[in-house]
């Protein structure tokens, strides 16, 4: 039976999309985002992680860490497996050390979906479907997935950074309402310094994608001294009014609420980053504005 693994489910949330919806969040994505608030997404495979403040000493997962030649402050699997970290989480009773990722089928994340089924309906929302980076994930997973959600009447978005094959959009493509599309920077080069990869397939999805009369809804990400410039907006303004012609554009100031999850997967942060001033936010909503982009103020 076809599984795939995600780190998070998120019930009643606000902001992925209309409404209240239930955000699913897959593990693994093709993009390292310098400033990536879900880094435990990044991995395709479950992780250990370890939560210094909840530790207490008692040594009981000692023992296993030294037989494993492991540091007991919480290192990963280095296999991908998670049967040592289950067994770790087993034996601290305090908590400071749990699994990221659990295998799912369809079936069972429908089910889940459909407990808040009066909320969407009250509401406007539905079902959001996130990352790490979900058009990465088995393509017939994904059309069992989506394809169950619609057949149960319900809205389905997702959410991704649009470095995948366009046939990944194709696969899912009768099945989704919307797509909320990230589009971190415009320059490629600074694309590749920040992400790891350059945005030239990004951009190209979607363009193919908005050709095909898709729901679109941009999501851009304003942090301070990476893509809040002027030159870098004014690409992205010129590169959605010419190819795109998305129905919102949602400017996201950069947080750093995920920050403390780096150390406990044993991830270094590579980078400092800073949230631009709300004067700067109101300038760059007015800009969108101006060229007749709809503007989202999270």
């Given at each position: 039976m076809?599984?795939?693994i995600?780190?998070?489910?998120?019930?009643?949330s606000l902001?992925d999309?209309d409404?209240i919806r239930?955000?699913f969040?897959?593990?693994?994505?093709?993009?390292?985002?310098?400033?990536?608030?879900?880094?435990?997404?990044q991995?395709?495979?479950?992780?250990?992680?370890?939560?210094?403040?909840?530790c207490r000493?008692?040594?009981?997962c000692?023992?296993?860490?030294?037989s494993?030649?492991r540091d007991v402050?919480?290192l990963?699997?280095?296999?991908?497996?998670?049967?040592t970290g289950l067994l770790?989480?087993?034996?601290?009773?305090?908590?400071?050390?749990?699994?990221?990722?659990?295998a799912?089928?369809?079936?069972e994340?429908?089910?889940?979906a459909?407990k808040?089924?009066?909320?969407y309906?009250?509401?406007?929302?539905?079902v959001?479907l996130?990352?790490?980076?979900?058009l990465a994930q088995p393509?017939?997973f994904?059309?069992s997935?989506?394809g169950?959600?619609k057949?149960?009447?319900?809205?389905?978005?997702i959410d991704?950074?649009g470095?995948v094959?366009f046939?990944?959009?194709?696969?899912?493509m009768?099945y989704?309402d919307?797509f909320?599309?990230d589009?971190?920077l415009?320059?490629?080069?600074?694309?590749?310094q920040?992400?790891?990869?350059?945005?030239?397939?990004?951009?190209?999805?979607l363009?193919?994608?908005?050709?095909?009369?898709?729901?679109i809804?941009i999501?851009?990400p304003?942090?301070e001294?990476?893509?809040n410039?002027?030159?870098?907006?004014?690409?992205?303004i010129?590169f959605?009014?010419q190819?795109?012609?998305?129905?919102?554009?949602?400017?996201?100031p950069?947080?750093?609420?995920g920050?403390?999850?780096?150390?406990?997967i044993g991830?270094?942060?590579?980078?400092?980053?800073s949230t631009?001033?709300?004067?700067?936010?109101?300038?760059?909503?007015?800009?969108?504005s101006?060229n007749?982009l709809p503007?989202?103020k999270?």
């Open positions: 076809e599984r795939a995600l780190f998070n489910i998120q019930r009643f902001h999309g409404g239930t955000t969040f897959f593990k693994g994505c093709p993009l390292s985002c310098m400033w990536c608030h879900n880094p435990e997404g991995a395709y495979e479950p992780q250990l992680m370890y939560f210094a403040d909840r000493n008692c040594s009981n000692a023992g296993m860490a030294s494993e030649g402050a919480g990963l699997h280095a296999d991908g497996c998670d049967t770790h989480t087993q034996l601290c009773i305090y908590g400071a050390r749990e699994v990221s990722g659990r799912y089928t369809p079936e994340l429908i089910h889940i459909e808040d089924t009066a909320f309906q009250s509401s406007g929302g539905g959001t996130s990352g790490g980076e979900v393509r017939a994904l059309r997935f989506a169950g959600l057949g149960k009447g319900l809205h389905v978005a991704t950074c470095h094959p046939e990944a959009f194709e696969n899912v009768p989704v919307v909320l599309y589009i971190k415009f320059d490629s080069a600074r694309h590749r920040f992400t790891g990869h350059d945005n030239e397939l990004i951009l190209s999805n363009k193919k994608l908005s050709d095909t009369g898709a729901k809804e999501r851009i304003i942090i001294g990476v893509n410039d002027d030159t870098e907006m004014d690409r992205i010129k959605l009014t190819n795109a012609r998305p129905q919102k554009v949602w400017l996201l950069y947080h750093a609420m920050t403390d999850k780096y150390q406990r991830m270094i942060a590579e980078g400092e980053f631009p001033s709300s004067q700067r936010m109101q300038e760059l909503a007015e800009k969108f101006v007749n503007v989202v999270s």
